[in-house]
């Protein structure tokens, strides 16, 4: 794998995930002089913190642009900025193969989406909780779908080994459900037995809230009929001696959290996944492959031309029109990018009902109301308010950001915009705007499926 500046990854051999994987994660912590750790002062002479990791949506992966991103990528590499060192990314296969590694001294941090249980603190010790998930069933919603833990016995139930949903399933167990089994799998990941699931594999499986949301967009099928477990805190794990180290990162967390940071990062990456339509989303899957392909170099020129990211502006045509060149509404909007009469002659557009005509002229708008906003809107919130005035107009677009700063919230952070767009449609709120009453609501809705038609076309495109 080829590094990026200022970070080396580095993959683990698959003797090595083996063994991890062999050894599991039951059983009294090692004797700490048995096990060399390394303390926070090492660590900052050597100028390396090495972070044992799993490649997947929620943790760690290589982006379209070929470099690794992910959430625990992004929050590890700002933790390692806060120290002064590089990052060492090393991948392994399971939560049981990262455990064990950490407990034979290969990493200084896991940082995999690991949930803070009695049962690990026995052995590790953990830092702040940095994102709070709950534990769901999940199963296919045309098969037999569960509705309490009672529902489950009888069924194919396997979960990952050597993980949270594993204490959570014995505790059920020991707590009035003798007769409830599962199946442990050391030979695959929670997303692989997701998949299983939507393929009829597996009857149901079990995983974090924040994995379900992801992967419910890839296989919509999938239904989370109930919760297994109350709010769960995820924290980064150390070896049980190194409280130099978590010390460390309290401190850094406190600071990013209290700098907006955190909740940055939770908009970037979470923020859009709220609402979830089934239906929608199979029709969105069966016309990336039947309609897409036919727009596809003409949204890459169009973004090329006004510098955006060409899937966003597929997956903006698809909210509009989904690509259907020749739509219309009632209101007197036309073609794949819904351009209203005004509009399209305001950007060039005589035929709306062209399918190149009308790509060109939306991805223009789009780039006029990006323009408009001041140079200091950092991405990703700029785009998301030039959708957003896209939608709803640049004046009301206006009234809601002196709205945001008469609440004393950041009129350019799209978290705190998306609060106070609905209010336009409140008479104690527009009937002092200039530009008066909005449908505020329905930007904000407009940006969010946006974004979620966004990550699942990354998803699926070649």
Known sequence: MTPTTGMRYRMVPALLVALAVLAGCEGPPRNPDQVETRSLERIRADGRLVVLTRNAPTTWYVGRLGKPTGPEHDLVVAFGEHLGVE????????????????????????AAGLTDIESRRQRFRFG????????????????????????????????????????????????????LQWTQRTDATTEQLLREVWRRELDCTVADST????????????????????AQSLAWVLPWQRGDTA???????????????????????????????????????????????????????????????????????????????????????????????????????????????????????LARMRDRLPDDVREPDRTWLALAAYNVGYGHLADALQLARDQGLNP????????????????????????????????????????EYRHVLAQAEP
């Not at 990262?98 to 941090?109: N, Q, R, T």
């Not at 336009?424 to 930007?443: Q, W």
Request: charged share 25%; net charge neutral; aromatic share 12%.
């Open 87 to 110: 990052v060492e990314f090393r991948q392994y296969k399971t939560v049981g193969a990262i455990l064990s590694a950490l407990e034979a001294g290969e990493g200084d941090v896991a």
């Open 128 to 179: 702040p909780s940095y994102q709070q998930v709950t534990q769901q069933v999940v199963c296919r919603r045309d098969a037999h779908v569960p509705e309490s833990v009672e529902d489950l016995v009888g069924l194919d139930l396997a979960v990952i080994a050597d993980s949270s949903y594993v204490a959570r399933l014995k505790a059920l167990q020991a707590d009035g459900h003798p007769d």
């Open 412 to 451: 350019w952070h799209w978290r705190d915009l998306k609060e106070v767009l609905p209010l336009l449609a409140d008479p104690a709120y527009y009937e002092d705007a200039k530009y008066g009453y909005a449908r505020g609501t329905e930007p904000v809705r407009y940006v969010q499926r946006i974004r």
């Open 211 to 230: 994995i379900v949301d992801i992967n419910r967009r890839y296989y919509p099928e999938l239904i989370a009929p109930f919760n297994l477990s109350r």
């Open 247 to 365: 010390d460390a990162i309290d401190t850094w967390l406190a600071q990013y959290r209290e700098s907006d940071q955190l909740a940055q990062w939770r908009e970037r990456y979470y923020g859009f996944f709220t609402v979830f339509d089934y239906v929608d989303t199979r029709v969105y899957m069966r016309r990336i492959d039947g309609r897409y392909p036919r727009y596809r170099d003409l949204f890459r020129a169009a973004a090329d031309k006004y510098d955006l990211p060409p899937l966003l502006l597929a997956a903006q045509a698809y909210q509009e029109s989904h690509w259907n060149p020749r739509a219309r509404s009632p209101t007197g909007v036309r073609g794949i990018m819904m351009l209203t009469l005004n509009t399209a002659r305001s950007v060039g557009v005589k035929n709306r009902l062209d399918a190149r005509q009308s790509i060109f002229g939306g991805a223009r708008y």
